[in-house]
T-cell receptor, first 115, second 112 residues
């Protein structure tokens, strides 16, 4: 089946620093990737949608200058949290689809803690 | 605005029981309805999905029932096991390239 990986699985950083999270599709070409964040015991909240080679489309209320998304290839998307604050601490999950396929596959998530 | 409404919020059943989780939607443009299972600290895993041209789909112990006129769909877990204890999310989407709209999730506990 389709596999999506994320790296790192967890990261701790200090306030004011930046952290990059990678999302890779291992056995398919991810033409569209999505980034979500999830707070404890809550649903997934879409942050942005990105198509390979194009700028990401951000959801209302998500700061594009703070959450930088790059989808430079068909197998890799990155999310960079810039100038991180403790309120950015969350579980970040990426997902990907291939072409016109309906199935959307999720990565294992990255737990970010900002101290 | 929550485009997909999910209930119940939590559910406890005994082993062997059949938990049923319900979802409702308003947007008639939705044409793909998946269910995801999520364990603590893990990403959601696709369980089963249905398109609106069928009323039921079964995969192993998991069944989706779909009522297009009522704009509702539900997940049934047959012969539930303690290992099924997890959070279940329903979702809906317009077509490929669009993001999923998730329900708020149902926390299922299957007791031995």
């Amino acid at each position: 089946g389709a596999v999506v990986s994320q790296h790192p699985s967890w990261v701790i950083c200090k306030s004011g620093t930046s952290v990059k999270i990678e999302c890779r599709s291992l056995d398919f070409q991810a033409t569209t990737m999505f980034w979500y964040r999830q707070f404890p015991k809550q649903s997934l909240m879409l942050m942005a949608t990105s198509n390979e080679g194009s700028k990401a489309t951000y959801e209302q209320g998500v700061e594009k200058d703070k959450f930088l998304i790059n989808h430079a290839s068909l197998t890799l998307s990155t999310l960079t949290v810039t100038s991180a604050h403790p309120e950015d601490s969350s579980f970040y999950i990426c997902s990907a689809t291939e072409g016109l396929s309906y199935e959307q596959y999720f990565g294992p998530g990255t737990r970010l803690t900002v101290t | 605005q929550q485009q997909v409404k999910q209930s119940p919020q939590s559910l406890i059943v005994q082993k062997g029981g059949i938990p049923i989780i319900n979802c409702a939607y308003e947007n008639t443009a939705f044409d793909y309805f998946p269910w995801y299972q999520q364990f603590p600290g893990k990403g959601p895993a696709l369980l089963i999905a249905i398109r609106p041209d069928v009323s039921e789909k079964k995969e192993g112990r998991f069944t989706i029932s779909f009522n297009k006129s009522a704009k509702q769909f539900s997940l049934h877990i047959m012969d539930s096991q303690p290992g099924d204890s997890a959070t279940y999310f329903c979702a809906a989407r317009k077509n490929s390239g669009y993001a999923l709209n998730f329900g708020k999730g149902t926390s299922l506990l299957v007791t031995p």
